[in-house]
């Protein structure tokens, strides 16, 4: 079974004519009602004596906004840039 990356991969290199294929990979999505981290915010807007850490705490989790996935995924339609695979996350 092919997954739909792979799909798009193969589509891009047969069809190179009349097709552009771009593969956007995103961190975790969070906002406009992705409620993987409300938890977290939550406690820390009602000023938890702590939050939760993990391991060492060094580790570094890559996050995007909808809106910014959003964005990225406008600006590489509109500028057809030379890079095929794009990284969008937020800036540490």
Known sequence: M???FQLAIKLGRTLKKSLTCYVVCSGINYG???NILH???KQAWQ???SLPIYGTGTNVIPLIHVRDLAN???NV???KPKAKYILAVDQR
């Open 77 to 79: 339609i509109d500028a």
């Open 72 to 74: 990225i995924v406008l």
């Open 47 to 49: 000023g938890a004596s």
């Open 32 to 34: 406009n009602g992705e």
């Open 39 to 41: 938890w977290l915010f």
């Open 2 to 4: 092919t997954s739909y």
